[in-house]
């Protein structure tokens, strides 16, 4: 997006009235050659996108009456204890009543023994290897520093290397991918670039900008330009730390299966699967739930699908299971920007390779690899922990094929699971699945299954399901299906799968679906008063829950399984 270096960097929108900036470049250790060329590029971002700046290393310029004439304050590349007690006080209060905070590099190197200051900037430095070139992941294509940038981004930097790492505090931007360089110390989660809320005020820091030649790099003034409008208030972002979303940490252990394939005129040009049995949308629509949100668009990343991942994490499930087509399908044209929107919520993404037109075991091998090599680069990236840190692949109705043996070139990095519960029909996998949301209420074969995986050192990944029903995609069917029953049904088949003689002590639990609607198996919340004159179902009654609050009542099921489901794996 940003080829050509020293461009002008506008990516952001022009703020709607002027504002002063104070850049401070104050040393008490090691000073950095770059804070000229700083000083210069932030005073023509100012000249251009239309706030003023004044630069100073005088540190009497923290006061109150001083401060309060600007909007922000960049603390570029400063080092070592660089303000007093008095002009310390001066700096937290502006803060704490809505000033801004922007960080630079060599900022995160100053005021060890001030713990107002390690809280606004997020963390320490601790160290850096020599410069070299690495990757930076874009993780927020939202704010206003990001939302130019690249998914990956190469440059040269000098790489700080932090005392803690401050995702669970702060909203992280951008990190490192620490594969890519000599030095990391962050054990793979490095993040590099991020902001949050500190009191009234906002905070902004970068780690990038080591070199004289960042400031004159399009990529960077953009990163920088962001920041510092976010900082002075000059443009909105969401910059609420993991903490402030959504309490607890979500189980990379129960997966949802995520159906990314439907559409509307205002966002698709056409209605996509909503019309599914003959129907009309938008009230009439093939499935006997109707959506909370309506019938939605896929493509609509900032409202449904980031409002669905929300919901995900409400539901203590740590993975989705994304329903993929192919390349070049649908579903892959979304899948980058939902693994943005899944990021956003700390929700990873598993894949569930469906029965697309002339697939075979050699196109799905060939599809596991383009899709490691394609996506595998997003912090949203399903890999599991407890095993090599390995992404996961669903393979739907694996059985259409009979020789899979092309996949051996493939389940050595990846985990790739049958849909089947007979044993003899895995060879070339390295693990099972069920999906099928009836199956469940019986659990059939799941014990065998369990016990021949865990013997065999596979995963097995049995499927629960709240209900099956399907008549208004299909018109007149009526079998199989399963009603809901008031929750009970759902209950049933976790039951089935925690119980070691019923469901052989699951690996991961899936869930089908989070959104399946033609299937009627969803948990995403249903709309409690859908139109009338069509038949809908609603989760009233569920668990006890009528109207509004039945709407979220699988999701809280769902998180109360999810619980029982750890709990066992932690006796």
Known sequence: MFAAPGAQARPHPHPDAGFDVLVFSKTAGFRHDSIPAGITAITQLGAADGFTVTATEDASAFTAANLARYEAVVFLSTTGDVLDDTQQNAFQAYVEN???????????????????????MGAWFQ?????????????????????????????????????TNPRADVHVLQSLDESSYSG?????DHPITWCHPQGKGRSFYTGLGHTQESYSEAAFRSLLLGGIQYAAGAVAADCAPPTAQQPGTPSPDVHLFYYPWYGTPEVNGDWRHWQQGGHTPPEDIGADLYPKLGPYDSGDVDGAVAQHMKWVRESGAGVIVYSWWGRGSYEDTLARRVLDAAQAQG???????????????????????????????????????????RPAFYVFDSLQITDWSALDAVT????????????????????????????????????????YARQHGLVWSPSVAPGYLDDRAVPGNTTPTV????GATYDLEWSNALDPAIGGSPTWVSVTSFNE??????????????????GYQTYDGAYGKTGAAAETAYL???????????????D
């Not at 009603?483 to 008031?486: L, S």
């Open 556 to 570: 809280d099921r769902t998180a109360e399984w999810v619980a029982k489901f750890e709990a066992t794996r932690q």
């Open 347 to 389: 929700i990873k993404v598993a894949w569930h390779i469906e029965p697309y037109q002339g697939r075979t075991a050699a196109s799905v091998a060939d599809d596991i690899r383009y899709i490691d090599a394609t996506y595998g680069g997003s912090p949203a990236f399903y890999r599991s922990a407890d095993h090599g840190n």
């Open 517 to 534: 609607w033609h299937e009627g198996s969803v948990i995403e919340p249903a709309a409690a008063n859908p139109p009338a004159g069509h």
């Open 127 to 163: 160290g850096h290897p020599a410069p070299q070139q690495a990757t930076v992941v874009t993780e927020d294509h939202h704010h206003p520093a990001t939302a130019g940038l690249d998914d990956r981004w190469t440059r040269t930097d000098e790489w700080y290397n932090y005392r």
């Open 483 to 486: 009603g809901r029953d008031k």
């Open 98 to 120: 809505g000033g801004g905070y922007v960080g630079v590099h060599a900022a995160a190197d100053t005021e060890y023994d001030w713990p107002f200051y390690g809280a606004l």
């Open 184 to 188: 990391g110390t962050m054990n793979g």
């Open 412 to 451: 050595g990095g990846n985990i790739v699971l049958a849909q089947t519960t007979d044993t003899s029909k895995i060879s070339h996998f390295n693990g099972l699945y069920t999906y099928d949301g009836i199956a469940g209420a019986t659990a059939p074969g799941w014990k065998n299954a369990g016990d």
